[in-house]
């Protein structure tokens, strides 16, 4: 059934302008198709994640989206020159290294989009 069929992520956004120069210009994302009125859509991988404006933006305290990468040093690397501040957690199990969580073989940061969306990587 579902398992095996793509999933989208969908992110709410107040002002889609703003939006698209963070998911554009700070994380390099080009737009997947061309931008309709109130929403954009980026190719992530094998998957897409779609930037809409909704009333509810940033009300969502959780992750609203998570990259595993394989490269984590050199993402951490081009989002600290594009000027993405990161978030600092006090985390069970989870040492902060500068901006990163770190625990045995895991590595994760965390960042929010203009909205509070909060989005994660993490590195294998």
């Known amino acids: 059934m579902l398992r095996d069929t793509d999933a989208t992520t969908i992110v709410a ?3 889609i302008g703003v939006a698209r120069g963070f998911y554009e210009g700070k994380l390099g994302f080009d737009a997947a198709d061309p931008p309709a009125d109130g929403m954009a859509s980026y190719r992530s ?3 897409t994640i779609v930037v809409y ?3 509810f933006a ?3 305290k959780a992750n609203a989206v998570v990259w595993t990468v394989p490269d984590f040093d050199d993402v951490m690397r081009d989002l600290h ?3 993405v501040a990161f978030e600092h957690y006090d985390l069970p199990g989870l040492t902060l290294e500068g901006d990163v969580h770190v625990a045995k073989d895991f590595k994760g940061a965390w960042f ?3 909205d ?3 989005l994660h ?3 294998r």
């Open 13 to 15: 956004v107040k002002d």
């Open 45 to 47: 991988g094998a998957s």
């Open 53 to 55: 404006e909704s009333e």
């Open 58 to 60: 940033g009300t969502n």
């Open 81 to 83: 020159a594009a000027g």
């Open 112 to 114: 929010k989009d203009p």
């Open 116 to 118: 509070g969306n909060i």
């Open 121 to 123: 990587i993490n590195g």
